[in-house]
Nanobody, 123 residues
Framework: QVQLAESGGGLVQAGGSLRLSCAAS????????VGWFRQAPGKEREFVAA????????DYADSVQGRFTISRDNAKNTVNLQMNSLKPEDTAVYYC????????????????WGQGTQVTVSS
């Protein structure tokens, strides 16, 4: 059974930073893309960032470009999302997801999803 688990969410003031982690279990070596998405109350789930398994491809939403960085920690087998210069509009539940091919921001291509972690940015 493939499982993803997010951690690292919390409450932070505007301008602050958080680091989210996505831990994988169940054949993570078969995954090609790991992505981060978010969903704010009353809004649809939106793409945040994605990374290919070897790191050769990354993609970011325009709204987070230059502020967020997606990376992999091989020692811990996690994919992380470093979020800097956070804004109140970044408040959302953040989800990690995995796909077996390059998926970028295409939500429908992701077969596996975590349960989400709440990020709240106060003004």
């Amino acid at each position: 059974q493939v499982q993803l688990a997010e951690s690292g969410g919390g409450l932070v003031q505007a301008g602050g930073s958080l680091r989210l982690s996505c831990a994988a279990s169940g054949r993570p070596s078969s995954w090609y893309t790991v992505g981060w998405f978010r969903q704010a109350p009353g809004k649809e789930r939106e793409f945040v960032a994605a990374r290919s398994s070897g790191g050769g491809r990354t993609d970011y939403a325009d709204s987070v470009q230059g502020r967020f960085t997606i990376s992999r920690d091989n020692a811990k087998n996690t994919v992380n999302l470093q979020m800097n210069s956070l804004k109140p509009e970044d408040t959302a539940v953040y989800y990690c997801a995995a796909a077996t091919s390059w998926a970028g921001g295409n939500t429908n291509e992701y077969a596996y999803w975590g349960q989400g972690t709440q990020v709240t940015v106060s003004s």
